[in-house]
């Protein structure tokens, strides 16, 4: 089945400043990946999502790329801010399989 | 509130007891999932179903959980003889399946349970 790491487990940066959230996948067939963010005792909510037709994606200040080759995608977060503090988590599905597989979340918190 | 919805949002219960949630989806919504979620965890998936039938259970879903979606609408998660090792939060999700594509899945506010 699939399998999908994510680095860091956490993150701080100051506020202004850029956050990069790794992940990588081991099922070549997956071609949906989306990033939800959960904030504490809240439920994940979906913030940007790529298909693998696609290498790049940008929504204002929040940007994923995805490299099928390497089987891995990024999340991109820039000029942060405190409101951003929350758990990120990656995830992977493919069109047959239906189920999403997530990574552990990375906590990222932005100091003001 | 056209979201997804879980109810309870809370369950505390004895060690044996029987334990059932609920879940309405998204209206329009012909895909439901169930995922557990521990602390510092990701979602972990569970089961999910395309209408009323049950496509896929996780091999780490024990025969004390079962599931249905017997009108293709709402769903209930029921767990008999409950452990210590239940307690999670248990969420659900639902999404609109399309030919051809991966689908967005939309989570419900979750329920949290603990087993004493």
């Known amino acids: 089945g699939e399998n999908v790491e994510q680095h860091p487990s956490t993150l701080s940066v100051q506020e202004g400043d850029s956050a990069v959230i790794k992940c990588t996948y081991s099922d070549s067939a997956s071609n949906y990946f989306p990033w939800y963010k959960q904030e504490l005792g809240k439920r994940p909510q979906l913030i940007i999502d790529?298909?693998?037709?696609?290498g790049e994606k940008k929504d204002q200040r929040i940007a994923v790329t995805l490299n099928k080759t390497a089987k891995h995608f990024s999340l991109h977060i820039t000029e942060t801010q405190p409101e951003d503090s929350a758990v990120y988590f990656c995830a992977a599905s493919s069109t047959n399989a239906g189920k999403s597989t997530f990574g552990d979340g990375t906590t990222l918190t932005v100091k003001p | 509130d056209t979201g997804v919805s879980q109810d309870p949002r809370h369950k505390i219960t004895k060690r044996g007891q029987n334990v059932t949630f609920r879940c309405d989806p998204i209206s329009e919504h012909n895909r439901l999932y169930w995922y557990r979620q521990t602390l510092g965890q990701g979602p972990e998936f569970l089961t999910y179903?395309?209408?009323?039938?049950?496509?896929?259970k996780s091999r780490l879903l024990s025969d004390r959980f079962s599931a249905e979606r017997p009108k293709g609408s709402f769903s209930t998660l029921e767990i008999q003889r409950t452990e210590q090792g239940d307690s999670a939060m248990y969420l659900c999700?639902?999404?609109?399946?399309?030919?051809?594509?991966?689908?967005?899945?939309?989570f419900g506010p979750g329920t949290r349970l603990l087993v004493l």
């Open positions: 179903f395309q209408n009323e039938a049950q496509l896929e």
């Open positions: 790529i298909r693998s037709n696609v």
């Open positions: 999700a639902s999404s609109l399946k399309l030919a051809g594509g991966g689908e967005t899945q939309y």
